[in-house]
Structure formats: C-alpha cells, structure tokens
C-alpha cells in the first residue's frame, strides 16, 4: 500500500494523492502533482521524493518555507502521520507499512540487482508478484536515488514472514539510545548489590544496565546481566569461581535471588531486589 | 607465534525466537586463521544450502591452497595471496550455487551473504557480499570494518538519510549484492593491519538489526576477558530483544604477533614447527 498525503485547509479535507512516483512536486503552479493556488505558495514549493517504502520532504528554496509538526524544515524523513504545513494548508502524510521499529515490518531480506536476470527470478512462482510490484517501485524511483542502484530491480524474495510473537509496542523502544532501558519484557524490578566487607563495605551498586561486571579484572571478574526473566550471575575470568551463598559456581550463568549471597574476589556482596 | 596459538576464537549461532529454520551457516579454522560466516536466503531450505555450500567451498578451498601457497606473498596482480583466494572461492561458491539454483527449481533464486576473515601475517584480508558485517574493538574503539551492500547504506552514502535516521527506514531488508543469484558476483576485499589485543566480531543482521552498534560494542568490551561468553551473550541479546532472525557471530581475539617468518632459515624452522 503505497503512502498517501491528504490535502486539507481549516480542518476541510480538500484531496488525497497517492504517492505512487519517485518525485512528486508540490507548488503554484499548475505542472506540479500537488497544485496550490494560493499566492502564499511559491510556483515549486516543496518536493517529495519516495524509494519504495520511504518518504523524504525537501524544500524548494521557497519564499515561505515548508513546516513538518511544527518545526521549520530544509528536508525531512516522512514518518507516518507527519502534518507538512505550507501557508494555511495542511498535508497529513500517511504510511501503513509498519515501520522497521515495529513487529510485522521483519520481512525477509531481498536482493536488488540490475534488470537483465530478473526474468530467471520470476519463475519462482510464490516470489514474482512480490519481485514484480517492488521491482515496479525499484524502477521508478532508480533516478532519484542517484546511489548506484539506478535501473534497480528486485529479483528475489524471500517469502515474507508473518510474526506470530510479540506486541508492537516492545520494539517501539528499540530505537531507544539511552542504553539502559531494557528492549522486550516491559519494566525490569530494579535491583542492586550491597558491599559487605573490605575497604569499600557498605556500599550499594544499583544494577541500572544489562551488564554489570564485578571484580579485579586479571584477578577475578563476574558479569551480572539483567535479561527479561531475570538477573544471573555468569564467570567472566580468573582462576577461581564466584561463590553463591557459599557454593561455588561453574561456568554457566546462574540466576540471582533476593538476598543471594555473591563471593569475589575475597569481597562479599549482597544482591537483592529494590522495591 | 603460529596463527592457531595467536588467535582465540569463540562462534554461536541460534534460528532465532520466530524462525523455524537457521539459514545461517559458520564455519572457523583456526590452524589457517580462517573464519566464514554467511547468511542464506531463499525458500524451503534453499537459505541454508546457499550458506552451507558458501562456508564450505570458502573453507576447504582455502584450507586446501593454504597447503601450496603462502598468503602474505604477492600474487601476478601485486594483490596478497591471501586476497585472491579469499576472491576465487567466494566466485567458486557463487558459481556453484549459481548452478544448483539453475537445475533444481527447489532452489531457484536462491542466495547468501558472506562475510569472511583471513588472518595472517599481522594482518586480516576481510571479504563480504551483501549486509553481514564485520566489526572491530581496539582499545576502547568499537567500530564496523565493513559497509553493507544494501539500499539503505547506498542512501546513507549518497547523503539521502542520516544514520540517525536509518534505523527508521523500512527498507532494511534490500541487500544489492548476493552470493549465488548470478553468474558473477563483485567481492569487497580490503586488508587491514592488526594490533594484540583487537577482537573482530563477525555477525549476521540477526545481530545488528536486534541490537544497537553501542550495546554489541559494551558488551564485547566488558566481555573482552571471555570471548565464548561475549558471543554467548550477544546472542542472547538478540533474543531478548524479539530474536526477529537467525543470529550468528564469531569473536576473533588476537592474543599475540603473527608475523610471517622471514629469510629462508626461519621458513626452514617454520617448517620444523618451532
């Protein structure tokens, strides 16, 4: 389903286009896709250029500026529901490809390559209408690019993949940088390691990261990892293993319970859940 | 020190949390200094023969050239041997699968990614075709040596989309070069110096599409005393994070100096195994 943007001015829907070619212009003028006769619009106002399932708003040099969710823009990825301001008109860009942040979005990866092989592809019967549509798109946006991929086609598919597992709203927070943040599982019960003894007794580390790791590093290291189900204790290095509530561990990860007892490096810490 | 005692090498590969099949294949040779890790793509099983029939003409060819020739010497073009063989067998797979996919309809169209390492000589000659990537930590720098043959890297170059930006697209899954799909196929080679101490991390877009550069690149830093435990635990992150594809890496740790021998006395001693 190819994106849309609809034209509206004071909430009145006025028309809708299908953003089915690589450059769609918009301006005054009447040889452009998106015509706005209104003096406040420049002749080429703003252009929208799409490579398959992308979008990208560049300003024309127009006297008046192109706006995107309120803020003034040169050029612009379109996201989904994007309202593009130019004067008093509105253009709601809309896209239900879901996009790579969000679950069904997986699809299998393809191939592009130059046109001459493409009719060998094509006698795969379950991937040539997908080869055929997309190598559509491929092609007519291939001058645009202006990347090496002009005369583009896709050859080949793998079939798409319909995912079974998981609400969108976990891979919404993929796109989080700030590193701490688990991905998938929803909210992690926070935990911490006291320090028991040696110089730095009494001391709490709280466990705000996915890896934590413990220890004199050439001596003796420990990793602590916070995954979805839990936090576990795994060997890093050193000759000696950690010690867990007085037995010590091998080398495979071991999950953390409230108050476990963790030996290291001749300290003694405590891990328990904040609540 | 001889290459199989120079490098420390760690590799994990699982089908993921929604995939039924692992179309990945890896392969490491640790006494040619030689690790494969391709990503294969086509229906029914057609991914993993792809991949499979890649890692293993890439493997046993050079395995068996490594025997006659020397990979640090020169070849007719003035290339190191080593960059040419990586070349030839990567062309010697793409004709085979090329072949396969021709005569049995099962497997029309199919492909595979391949990224591949060559260690010698104080140095890597690193190949790939297609978005399987390597990257390298030194020191605290965690960085990609590779850049992707796909659309969406195209558009980064050609400055259409920021990098930022990139993980917005929802054109992630269009590589522009394969390994198979045709009667020949371009191979990016580069050689690059390596220092004791580096770990090359090989992986398949099961990792990187699931876990961000930052987080692959702590995690092998804080893991860098364990490389078996670091590939251990990036896949799991990969999972964690909805495991969407197969997820395959190799860790390469160099441990010590692997210069070639030099002058004929230390060829002859190399020879004995000093």
Same mark, same amino acid.
């Given at each position: 389903?190819?994106?849309?943007?609809?034209?509206?001015?004071?909430?009145?829907?006025?028309?809708?286009?299908?953003?089915?070619?690589?450059?769609?212009?918009?301006?005054?003028?009447?040889?452009?896709?998106?015509?706005?006769?209104?003096?406040?619009?420049?002749?080429?106002?703003?252009?929208?250029?799409?490579?398959?399932?992308?979008?990208?708003?560049?300003?024309?040099?127009?006297?008046?500026?192109?706006?995107?969710?309120?803020?003034?823009?040169?050029?612009?990825?379109?996201?989904?529901?994007?309202?593009?301001?130019?004067?008093?008109?509105?253009?709601?860009?809309?896209?239900?490809?879901?996009?790579?942040?969000?679950?069904?979005?997986?699809?299998?990866?393809?191939?592009?390559?130059?046109?001459?092989?493409?009719?060998?592809?094509?006698?795969?019967?379950?991937?040539?209408?997908?080869?055929?549509?997309?190598?559509?798109?491929?092609?007519?946006?291939?001058?645009?690019?202006?990347?090496?991929?002009?005369?583009?086609?896709?050859?080949?598919?793998?079939?798409?993949?319909?995912?079974?597992?998981?609400?969108?709203?976990?891979?919404?927070?993929?796109?989080?940088?700030?590193?701490?943040?688990?991905? +998938?599982?929803?909210?992690?019960?926070q935990a911490a390691v006291q320090i028991l003894t040696g110089p730095n007794a009494g001391k709490e580390l709280e466990l705000v990261k996915?890896?934590t790791?413990l220890?004199?590093?050439?001596?003796?290291?420990?990793?602590l990892?916070?995954?979805?189900?839990?936090y576990?204790?795994?060997?890093?290095?050193?000759?000696?293993?950690?010690?867990?509530?007085?037995?010590? $561990?091998?080398?495979?990860?071991?999950?953390?319970?409230d108050h476990?007892i963790i030996?290291?490096?001749?300290i003694k810490m405590e891990f328990f859940f904040k609540s | 020190?001889?290459?199989?005692?120079?490098?420390?090498?760690?590799?994990?590969?699982?089908?993921?949390?929604? /995939?039924?099949?692992?179309?990945?294949?890896?392969?490491?040779?640790?006494?040619?200094?030689?690790?494969?890790?391709?990503?294969?793509?086509?229906?029914?099983?057609?991914?993993?023969?792809?991949?499979?029939?890649?890692?293993?003409?890439?493997?046993?060819?050079?395995?068996?050239?490594?025997?006659?020739?020397?990979?640090?010497?020169?070849?007719?073009?003035?290339?190191?041997?080593?960059?040419? $063989?990586?070349?030839?067998?990567?062309?010697?797979?793409?004709?085979?699968?090329?072949?396969?996919?021709?005569?049995?309809?099962?497997?029309?169209?199919?492909?595979?990614?391949?990224?591949?390492?060559?260690?010698?000589?104080?140095?890597?000659?690193?190949?790939?075709?297609?978005? +399987?990537?390597?990257?390298?930590?030194?020191?605290?720098?965690?960085?990609?040596?590779?850049?992707?043959?796909?659309?969406?890297?195209?558009?980064?170059?050609?400055?259409?989309?920021?990098?930022?930006?990139?993980?917005?697209?929802?054109?992630?899954?269009?590589?522009?070069?394969?390994?198979?799909?045709?009667?020949?196929?371009?191979?990016?080679?580069?050689?690059?110096?390596?220092?004791?101490?580096?770990?090359?991390?090989?992986?398949?877009?099961?990792?990187?599409?699931?876990?961000?550069?930052?987080?692959?690149?702590?995690?092998?830093?804080?893991? /860098? +005393?364990?490389?078996?435990?670091?590939?251990?635990?990036?896949?799991?992150?990969?999972?964690?994070?909805?495991?969407?594809?197969?997820? +395959?890496?190799?860790?390469?740790?160099?441990?010590?100096?692997?210069?070639?021998?030099?002058?004929?006395?230390?060829?002859?001693?190399?020879?004995?195994?000093?």
């Open positions: 389903m190819a994106a849309k943007l609809i034209l509206s001015m004071d909430g009145a829907v006025l028309k809708e286009y299908v953003l089915n070619k690589e450059r769609m212009t918009i301006g005054r003028k009447a040889h452009n896709d998106v015509v706005i006769d209104n003096l406040a619009v420049s002749g080429e106002h703003a252009a929208i250029v799409t490579i398959l399932n992308d979008s990208f708003l560049e300003d024309l040099d127009s006297t008046n500026g192109v706006m995107v969710n309120g803020a003034q823009v040169k050029k612009h990825f379109l996201q989904n529901n994007d309202v593009v301001e130019i004067g008093k008109y509105k253009l709601k860009y809309l896209n239900d490809q879901p996009s790579q942040s969000s679950a069904a979005d997986f699809e299998r990866t393809m191939v592009l390559r130059a046109p001459p092989a493409a009719a060998a592809v094509a006698k795969r019967p379950e991937a040539a209408p997908v080869a055929q549509t997309q190598a559509n798109a491929a092609q007519t946006q291939a001058n645009v690019a202006q990347a090496n991929v002009s005369q583009a086609n896709v050859s080949q598919a793998r079939p798409a993949h319909v995912a079974q597992m998981e609400a969108t709203g976990k891979f919404s927070e993929l796109s989080d940088t700030t590193a701490q943040q688990p991905v +998938s599982g929803g909210s992690f019960a996915n890896l790791t220890g004199k590093p050439g001596l003796q290291v420990a990793v990892t916070r995954r979805p189900n839990g576990f204790i795994t060997h890093v290095e050193g000759a000696t293993f950690p010690v867990l509530n007085g037995a010590q $561990l091998n080398e495979h990860p071991h999950q953390l319970k476990d030996e290291l490096a001749g | 020190m001889r290459i199989e005692h120079a490098l420390e090498i760690a590799s994990q590969t699982h089908p993921g949390r929604v /995939r039924a099949h692992n179309e990945d294949s890896l392969s490491c040779e640790p006494s040619c200094g030689l690790v494969v890790l391709a990503d294969g793509m086509g229906g029914y099983n057609a991914g993993e023969v792809a991949s499979g029939i890649t890692v293993s003409v890439l493997t046993t060819e050079i395995k068996h050239s490594l025997q006659s020739v020397r990979p640090e010497d020169k070849d007719e073009d003035g290339e190191d041997v080593a960059v040419s $063989l990586l070349r030839e067998n990567v062309q010697k797979a793409n004709a085979s699968i090329f072949h396969a996919a021709q005569s049995q309809p099962q497997y029309a169209g199919m492909g595979t990614t391949v990224v591949a390492g060559l260690f010698y000589d104080n140095r890597v000659a690193v190949a790939h075709v297609g978005d +399987s990537r390597v990257y390298r930590l030194r020191g605290d720098d965690f960085e990609a040596v590779t850049r992707d043959h796909s659309l969406l890297q195209e558009q980064i170059d050609s400055g259409m989309i920021s990098k930022e930006d990139a993980r917005l697209s929802r054109n992630k899954n269009l590589v522009t070069r394969a390994v198979g799909i045709d009667a020949n196929v371009t191979t990016e080679v580069h050689v690059h110096e390596v220092e004791v101490g580096d770990i090359y991390l090989l992986c398949s877009d099961g990792l990187n599409d699931m876990v961000e550069d930052d987080k692959i690149g702590g995690t092998l830093h804080a893991l /860098r +005393s364990n490389i078996s435990l670091a590939a251990d635990q990036l896949v799991k992150m990969a999972n964690d994070n909805g495991g969407r594809d197969n997820v +395959s890496v190799i860790l390469v740790k160099v441990k010590g100096d692997f210069a070639a021998p030099r002058g004929v006395m230390a060829k002859l001693l190399s020879w004995f195994g000093k």
